[in-house]
Structure formats: structure tokens, C-alpha cells
């Protein structure tokens, strides 16, 4: 679920009109040659709902089916777009967990990317997903591939029973701030655990007010702590929780940032966050990008045409809606 203040690039068509587009589809996949871009101004233009009752109506009419169809006709880059696109939401979250621990070596930023970004109701409907996708259950999956503090926070977070949210109780906000100090920065060592029953647990409200209340009692901010505390996987995770609570969408700008800079291109990673984020937030996304500290102001958009190209850049710089 996104908070009220987000919204999705990618929205639902209006006068949607699944024969006709289906028509349109067919058409745009027969015989020699694919019309590529028909099928981008067609997919990419279409909510995720409204592209599942094109797959059931593309079969009624044809005796065909419409990813497979797509599978055949695309190939690269280009092709994961659009099968990504394809998919029902928490299916693609749960493919992208799948794919994060599926043979030799795990990939712990996308585990963390996934999970610790992702409200109650995601995590109970990427898990659901993933079981019946795979046959198995997430948790299982996901702690096999872990060990340590880190495994214990995600399994934590895999539970999708963060407190709802309410009304901020003050006093306790404080006291659960002073209680992290105390764990962390406040003494020799660090008490893991109590990061893990607070940041885990507590609802988004009550810890922007963990958070400035720590910043009170302390001489740097949460992020400054968990960064002097931890180390590794676990403190990418607590500090994609914290950057979480506090502005999801930067969280994800930085990400696409990085996936980015510098020479080479992470496809995978930028492929599974536009597609993931199109119908979430990317519209917040998209001005966060901008501001990130290090870009020197530049657009996503421009970034995405630096790094892309063809059928690829064309589909992304849709979904992001520009061109």
C-alpha cells in the first residue's frame, strides 16, 4: 500500500477497452516483425489490473497466451520490461525475491530492497505469491540464505505485523529512543536485539518520533547511529527501514541513482525498480531524483536515456511518463 501522499506514474486508462485493445495486441505481434512500439504505447499505458484482464480477454479471443506471445516476439532488456510489467504486483515482488536467492550466493540488497521497504499488507500479499508461485514458503526460503542478527530482523519483518498505525504516544516514543541509545551508542558493544524489537515492530508515526527524539538525546541522528553501530547486510537493512519511515521515495531515487552512476548500468536492478515503483510512487520518485545530493540536479528521465537505449529506454522513459 502506498502512503496518501504517493502516486503512481503508470494509472489506470480511462475508456479501457480490453477487446479493442487485445485487437491491437494481436496485430501488433502476427506474422514477421513485431510492432514494438505498439506494444509499449499500448502495455505501458494500462494500470497492472487492467493488464490481467488483457491476458484472460487476449485468450478468450485468440486461444493464445499473451505473455508467452511477448516471450516469443522480445528479447533482452526490453523483454524483461515488459513481462515484469505483465505481472500482477506481488508477484513481481515475490519473483524478485525467488531470483534474489535462487542458486549459489544470495542477493542480500534486493532481499533488503524488498522486505524492509514493504508495509504489512505488500509483505502478506508478496508472501501469498510466493507460495503459491513456488511452492514454498517465503520465510523458509529467504532464512535458509541468511544467518545471524540479519536473519533475525528479516525473518522479524517477514512476520507483516508492524504495529498499525495511530496516534503517537509521546512518552513512549522517548523512552524507546533513549532505550536505542542506550543499546547502541550508549554503551560498549551493541544490544542488536533492541534495534530489532523497535524498528521491526513499531509503526511508522510512533518511530518518526523514535527518530526525533534520538536526535534530542544524542549528538547525531538515527542514521548516524545505526551507521557507527553496524556494519554489513544488517545495517543496509535498518537503514533501508529508517530511510522507509522517514521518505520512501528517496530511498528508491537513491537507488536508481546508484544503479546508474559511474560506467556500466545495473539493468537487473533498474528494471525491477521502475517496474516495481511505477504504480506506487514514482511520481515522488521522480522529484526526489533531482535533489539526491551527489547527481548535480539531473532527471531520472536523463539518467535513464544516458544508460538505455532503443526498446529498452523507450518502455522505461513510458512508465516513468516521459519521453
Not at 15 to 42: P, S, W
Amino acid at each position: 500500500m502506498a502512503s496518501s501522499g504517493d502516486a503512481g506514474t503508470v494509472t489506470p486508462a480511462p475508456n479501457f477497452n480490453a477487446e479493442a485493445d487485445c485487437e491491437v495486441l494481436r496485430k501488433a505481434m502476427k506474422g514477421l516483425g513485431t510492432d514494438e512500439k505498439a506494444l509499449i504505447n499500448l502495455l505501458c499505458y494500462r494500470s497492472n489490473a487492467q493488464r490481467q484482464e488483457l491476458k484472460i480477454k487476449y485468450k478468450s479471443m485468440f486461444g493464445r497466451d499473451l505473455v508467452d506471445d511477448i516471450k516469443g516476439e522480445l528479447s533482452g532488456h526490453f523483454e524483461d520490461v515488459m513481462l515484469g510489467i505483465m505481472m500482477p504486483i506481488p508477484d513481481f515482488a515475490a519473483y524478485s525475491v525467488k531470483k534474489a536467492v535462487k542458486g549459489l550466493g544470495t542477493d542480500e540488497e534486493t532481499l533488503i530492497e524488498v522486505i524492509c521497504t514493504a508495509t504489512n499488507e505488500e509483505l502478506t500479499a508478496i508472501k501469498e505469491a510466493y507460495k503459491r508461485l513456488y511452492k514454498k514458503s517465503m520465510e523458509d526460503a529467504v532464512r535458509t540464505d541468511l544467518s545471524g542478527d540479519f536473519k533475525r530482523m528479516m525473518v522479524s519483518l517477514m512476520t507483516a505485523s508492524r504495529e498499525p498505525e495511530g496516534p503517537v504516544d509521546q512518552a513512549k516514543a522517548a523512552a524507546e529512543a533513549k532505550a536505542l541509545y542506550d543499546a547502541g551508542e550508549g554503551q560498549m558493544g551493541t544490544d542488536e536485539s533492541k534495534f530489532n524489537q523497535i524498528l521491526c515492530v513499531r509503526s511508522y508515526s510512533h518511530l518518526r518520533a523514535v527518530f526525533a527524539d534520538y536526535a534530542r538525546i544524542s549528538k547525531t541522528d538515527i542514521v548516524g547511529a545505526i551507521k557507527k553501530e553496524m556494519s554489513g547486510d544488517l545495517e543496509k537493512a535498518y537503514l533501508a527501514v529508517v530511510r522507509s519511515v522517514m521518505d520512501r521515495p528517496s530511498f528508491f531515487a537513491d537507488r536508481l541513482y546508484r544503479f546508474m552512476k559511474g560506467a556500466g548500468t545495473d539493468d537487473d536492478d533498474l528494471v525491477r525498480v521502475v517496474v516495481a515503483r511505477c504504480e506506487v510512487d514514482m511520481v515522488q520518485i521522480k522529484e526526489a531524483f533531482p535533489k539526491l545530493y551527489n547527481n548535480q540536479g539531473k532527471s531520472l528521465a536523463s539518467f535513464i536515456k544516458g544508460d538505455t537505449s532503443g526498446d529498452y529506454e523507450r518502455s522505461l522513459l513510458a512508465l516513468i511518463r516521459e519521453k
